[in-house]
């Protein structure tokens, strides 16, 4: 006879109310961070929708504009300075409201949802190449985002990855098998 785990009623419903815990606060991060984004959209004289969602154990938070609308792209910055700042100085109003840190994803107009599809393309390349050569590959210097999306790549084609190196020059290195 093999000794199993059973699980509970009570702990099955324990979990259930975690998770809904969970959800709860992240829709309140979020609720919080668009009404920061949204004074903040007013104050720039900006048009926007903002969109929230909760994927995993974070809000994500997106600013959309109209059309073909390029004013958003001032909130993104070059290569997404800008929106990095916004993210933070985000998770810093929703940090005043409820005394925890946040994790908060922010995205405008789209360049993240963007740059995640570049990235892992990227990493699925080099990880093909590693695959084909045997050799280790080191990828430019990258910010903790476009790290995580290319480690997931990575880890998607089967191989492993690293990160080396000291911010802001820190990068992934793709291993072989």
Not at 21 to 32: C, K, T, V
Not at 49 to 66: F, T
Not at 133 to 141: A, F, S, Y
Not at 152 to 165: H, Y
């Amino acid at each position: 006879m093999t000794e199993g785990t059973t699980t509970s009623a009570a702990e099955v419903e324990a979990e259930a109310g975690a998770d809904d815990s969970l959800i709860s606060r992240l829709e309140q991060e979020g609720e919080i961070a668009a009404d920061y984004l949204e004074g903040l959209l007013d104050i720039a004289d900006l048009d926007g929708d903002i969109d929230m969602d909760v994927e995993g154990d974070r809000a994500l938070v997106s600013i959309v504009g109209e059309g073909n609308d390029r004013s958003l792209q001032r909130l993104v910055g070059q290569d997404g300075e800008v929106l990095e700042a916004l993210q933070e100085l985000t998770r810093l109003a929703v940090h005043r409201e409820t005394g925890e840190r946040s994790r908060l994803m922010l995205d405008i107009a789209g360049f993240r949802a963007r740059k995640r599809s570049e990235l892992a393309a990227l990493g699925a390349e080099a990880a093909e190449q590693v695959k084909s050569t045997g050799e280790q590959v080191k990828l430019r210097p990258m910010t903790p985002f476009e790290r995580k999306v290319v480690h997931d790549a990575v880890a998607a084609a089967g191989l492993r990855s690293e990160s080396e190196g000291e911010e802001p020059e820190r990068f992934v290195v793709v291993l072989p098998g």
